[in-house]
């Protein structure tokens, strides 16, 4: 197989499991969001499910810390991309946000 489409796979799960932390961040988030909504809705006292908010707010940390590694492995990844000579930009088959798509080929093998 060749090395553009082995790094294609790659890439499609690389960016598969950034969207997926951003996902679980979002519910997190909305999640927290509904609980305090919650607790003022039924005027309970701020004491009430403190401690599930504070576990909330170590798993959100712990999802930023994943996503900050994610990152930095996209990075790296990046790098091994050049070093093994593959120069294609993977454009048109993910969908990412307007100001970092790029207009181009789907595809730019290099010879």
Request: proline share 2%; net charge negative.
């Amino acid at each position: 197989m060749e090395k553009v489409f082995v790094v294609q796979k790659v890439a499609r799960k690389l960016f598969a499991t950034e969207a997926a932390l951003d996902a679980a961040m979002t519910e997190a988030a909305e999640l927290m969001a509904e609980m305090l909504k919650a607790r003022k809705d039924l005027h309970l006292s701020a004491v009430v499910g403190d401690n599930a908010s504070a576990k909330l707010v170590e798993a959100l940390s712990a999802l930023g810390e994943a996503r900050t590694a994610i990152v930095g492995a996209h990075n790296e990844l990046n790098d091994v991309k050049l070093r093994i000579g593959v120069r294609t930009k993977m454009t048109g088959w993910e969908d990412k946000p307007p100001q970092f798509a790029q207009e181009s080929d789907d595809l730019r093998q290099v010879s």
